[in-house]
């Protein structure tokens, strides 16, 4: 540890009482690993929609003004009365951010399982990543190839990992086919991939014609785009051809998880002979585990009669119930198909200082289709 800095430039979040938040960059203290932990120099990390909710939360972006703090950039955003009882339990503590990344151990505890992972490229997974060295567990990063990208292997977690949850999880509930929206993000375009190798017939849908073309070019077969005056009965055909009776919703707000539950009743009484005012006996079920949008989640049960479900869906919880030779394979799928099925495209990379500039803040909260940040603490 003599050849590294004392201190370790960590990005940082905080909600205060007045109704504002800050984001700032802060040196700490250097860690020192324990026994079973490795000291790693953070290479990459990706800004996920999920880093998003922790980094600006219940803010209002558009208000963001910059200035410095102790000679570091500072973004200040207001907060309005909604996003502060959102954020109660979270005033006063300043929070680091940043969910998953990939860099080099520079450092090792003396367990021999830390020490087998000196001078090695490995993924992290563990919170915290937006900092220039991160200390974590050896269950907690995955070693990858030698040669490996640093950016290839910044998502290795989040979005591979999900998107592999989402099969695993149709299985363990005995469906046999999924619908997914948000479909052209990242994250869909792998699941496109995971569902064309394991013959998963997959309903996308997107909300642009643009976005229809970025996933035909992939080779999805049905797409749907919820923009179209004939949405809903694009999408109870397209789940009657592939028989989906589970979704997973990326928006979370609005009235799509309600849409899907509805063309999946639709779908199910066109194979039915005789009526009943419960509705069909086919189950649905609609996970919501993102927030693209914040606005209330809205439907009227009278349109999916009554076997149904909604519910959220988290991946820390499932890899906990999934037990460890499920997660064990699917990490191991993902390190064997990262430069293809699970490769991210980024469309910036920027530094720990430029994350913190107004206008680049600004857009990579936006969270448009097509664009995706890449951190890059040293440069």
């Known amino acids: ?21 800050e984001v700032s960059l802060e040196p700490r203290p250097m860690p020192v690993p324990k026994p079973h932990e490795v000291l790693v120099k953070v290479l990459a990390a990706p800004i996920n929609p999920s880093d998003l909710g922790l980094l600006f939360g219940g803010a209002d972006v558009s208000t963001a003004r ?3 703090k102790d000679g570091q950039p500072l973004i200040t955003a207001d907060v309005p009365p909604a996003g502060m009882r959102a954020m109660g339990g979270r005033i006063g503590d300043a929070l680091a951010i940043g969910n998953e990344g990939c860099g080099t151990v520079v450092a090792a505890g003396d367990s021999p399982e830390a020490q087998a992972l000196l001078g090695k490229t490995v993924a992290l997974l563990g919170g915290e990543m937006y900092a220039e060295y991160r200390c974590l567990p050896v269950q907690m990063v995955m070693a990858l190839p030698d040669g490996t990208d640093a950016a290839d292997g910044a998502s290795c977690f989040v979005n591979p990992l999900t998107s592999l949850a989402f099969t695993e999880t ?6 046999s086919a999924i619908v997914h929206t948000a479909a052209a993000s990242n994250l869909g375009q792998m699941l496109v991939k995971i569902c064309a190798k394991d013959g998963i017939p997959l309903v996308n849908i997107v909300r642009s014609d643009a976005q229809v073309e970025i996933l035909k070019g992939i080779g999805a077969k049905y797409i749907v785009n919820s923009g179209a005056d004939d949405f809903m009965d694009r999408l109870v055909d397209a789940i009657a051809e592939t028989g989906a009776t589970i979704g997973f919703d990326a928006t979370g707000g609005g009235k799509l998880a309600g849409q899907i539950l509805t063309a999946m009743e639709a779908a199910a009484v066109r194979k ?14 609609v996970y919501i585990y993102g927030a693209l949008d914040l606005s209330p989640t809205t439907f009227s049960a009278r349109s999916f009669g009554l076997t149904w479900a909604l519910g959220g869906f988290l991946l820390t919880p499932f890899m906990a119930k999934a037990g460890a030779d499920v997660v064990g394979r699917m990490r191991k799928r993902v390190v064997d198909e990262l430069t293809t099925t699970f490769k991210s495209h980024y469309s910036h990379e920027v530094s720990l200082a430029d994350a913190l500039d107004v206008d680049t803040a600004q857009a990579y909260n936006a969270k448009r289709t097509g664009e995706k940040y890449l951190i890059k603490p040293h440069g």
């Open 1 to 21: 540890m003599t050849d590294l800095p004392e201190t370790n430039l960590t990005m940082l979040t905080l909600v205060k009482p007045e109704g504002q938040l």
């Open 66 to 68: 910059a200035s410095t």
């Open 170 to 175: 149709m299985r363990m509930e005995n469906h």
């Open 272 to 285: 039915t002979t005789t009526y009943s005012r419960y509705g069909s006996d086919t189950f649905k079920q």
